[in-house]
């Protein structure tokens, strides 16, 4: 995610919640904050983002986010449900009416068969959605982070334009 790139979405985010009326909060795991941060970039953001949890550890995103204890050791940290839950998780201590959030794993280790470093699990949670999307991203460390952060925040503006993507 370049600077320009982040910052526009940023940019879109905030005039979309604005218009609405609507609020934020975010949930990160693998990126760390860049969703919170690309969003803060922008003056004015207090007006529509609350706040977010960097949840790095599995014991933050159980007793922080309240991501069940059985999805971590069924699932674990990286699947659909851990980031739905940490979206929920979210929105609850924040009381937004929006919350974003992503788990993976951002590489370069940390991957198996099953789950490949660059898999990441990202998850839009509001009164009208419920929503996770899988990808893998075949970039180094922080291109994945970036990839991951640049598109939590399109699917946020894709939901609130009414745009589905197949």
Excluded at 40 to 53: E, F, K, L, P
Excluded at 90 to 110: C, K, M, Q
């Amino acid at each position: 995610m370049s600077q320009e790139t982040s910052i526009s979405e940023a940019k879109t985010v905030g005039q979309l919640l604005c218009a609405h009326g609507q609020t934020l909060s975010t949930a990160e795991s693998c990126t760390g904050g860049l969703i919170g941060d690309a969003i803060t970039d922008i003056a004015g953001s207090s007006d529509y983002y609350r706040g977010g949890v960097i949840a790095y550890a599995n014991e933050a995103k159980q007793g922080v986010l309240g991501v069940r204890p059985g999805t971590l050791a069924v699932l674990g940290a990286v699947s659909e449900e851990t980031a739905l839950q940490m979206a929920r998780g979210a929105r609850r201590l924040f009381g937004t009416d929006y919350a974003l959030s992503v788990t993976g794993i951002a590489g370069p280790g940390g991957g198996t068969r099953q789950k490949p470093v660059g898999l990441v699990y990202i998850a839009l949670v509001g009164p009208d959605v419920e929503r996770a999307e899988r990808h893998v991203w075949e970039g180094d460390r922080l291109t994945n982070k970036r990839a991951s952060a640049r598109r939590a925040l399109q699917m946020l503006i894709e939901h609130l334009r009414g745009e589905s993507r197949a």
